[in-house]
Every structure is written in C-alpha cells, then in structure tokens.
C-alpha cells in the first residue's frame, strides 16, 4: 500500500513540475521530474516552444539536453530557420554571395536563381539566365529577356536602316517583319527594284510592286 502511494505522490510531483515547467517555458523545472521520458519530453516541448517563438535564429547549443531523435529534429529546425533569414536578407540585398552561406541545397539554389534572374532582368542580360539551375525559370527568364532585347534590336535596326541589327532578333517572324521593313524602306528611298525580290512578307511584296508599276506608269 506504501508502494502504491509513493508512486501515486510520485506521479503526482511528476505531473506538477511538467505543467509548472511549461507554463514558465523553464526546462530547469523539467530536471526535477524523476520519471525519464516524461522529463525528455518536458525539456523537448520547452527547447521547442523557444525555437517556433523567438524573434531571432537560436543557438544549436539549445538541442544539447535532448534525446538523439529530438536533437536531430532540433538541429535541422534550427538550420533551416537560419536558411530562411540568410535566404530573405540575400533577396532583399540582391547579394548572391549571401545565398552561398545557405546549408540546404535546395535553399540554396533557390536563392542562387532568384537573385540571377533578377540580375538579369534588371540588367537585362541574357547570358545570366544560363546560370539559373530551375529549368521553368530559366525559360521564363529567357523569354522575357529575349522579348524585350528582341524590341530593342528592332527599335534600334529601324531608326539606323541596319539590315545587320536585324540579325541579332531571336524571334524567327519579328527577325523576318524586321529585314523586311529596312528592305522595304530601302527600296522606295532609293527606287531600287531588285528589292522587291528580297522581301518575304506578301503585303510589303505588293505594296513594293504596286509603287514600282506606278512609278513606271509616271
């Protein structure tokens, strides 16, 4: 009878000082708790409590009192928690080289093509999409780019009459409207016929034809 009500008081304390312990968010209070597992799991559930609510990255040192399982899972959350700050400061910052300091891979990578496709854009360089590892983002940041070199190339070939500029489009239709309008144009300023011939685009070819038969009339 003795023995049963020893254990009772026990489990009693036991319960106490668990409630008491995270109540006060104290895993000193855990100590006290003679039976082992409900003490591993006092100290587990306070360690991470301290984890999911601080302002800042915790000290991997704050896993050390816990069980193998529970401190694997501790220091995993902890490093991830520290990817996720390294990896929001890089993005704001646009400084690549803070994303190298990431540990998990897929993190890191993911920072890596998140600041190379903005670089890109922002300096609107083709060649930095190669560098993105993402094959969707990789296309979508050379679309993009491409559209846009390709509006430049046109504005550019057109203002100056540079048939070569032309050359640079990678849109096969914009590419082709492109030497067409130069060769268009080229052929009314300078009455060159044999222009004509050259074109590929069926409303610039007889518009072309049409201004010569007229000329010709006159």
Partial sequence: M??????SKNDCLNNYYYNDANKKNDEKICEKIKNISLRQICIADITFYKIENSSSTQDLSICKNLSEN???????????SSDIDIFT?????????????????????????????????????ILKCNL?????????????????????????????NDIKVCGKIINTTLKE??????????????KDESK?????TRNLIAQCKDFFQTLKQN
């Fill in 196 to 200: 004509c011939s050259i074109l590929k």
């Fill in 89 to 125: 400061k890089a993005i704001e910052t646009n400084n690549i080289n803070d994303c190298q300091k990431i540990t998990l891979l897929e993190t890191k990578n993911n920072c890596l093509d998140t600041i190379n496709l903005q670089l890109a854009i922002n300096n609107n360089d």
């Fill in 177 to 190: 409207e492109c030497s067409d309008s130069i060769n268009f144009k080229l052929a009314i300023q300078n």
């Fill in 70 to 80: 529970d401190k694997i899972y501790c220091e995993n959350k902890i490093k991830n």
């Fill in 132 to 160: 993105i590892k993402d094959t969707n983002k990789k296309e979508n940041c050379k679309n993009a780019l491409s559209k846009v070199s390709d509006a430049n190339f046109l504005k550019e070939a057109i203002s100056k």
């Fill in 2 to 7: 003795l023995v049963k009500n020893e254990n």
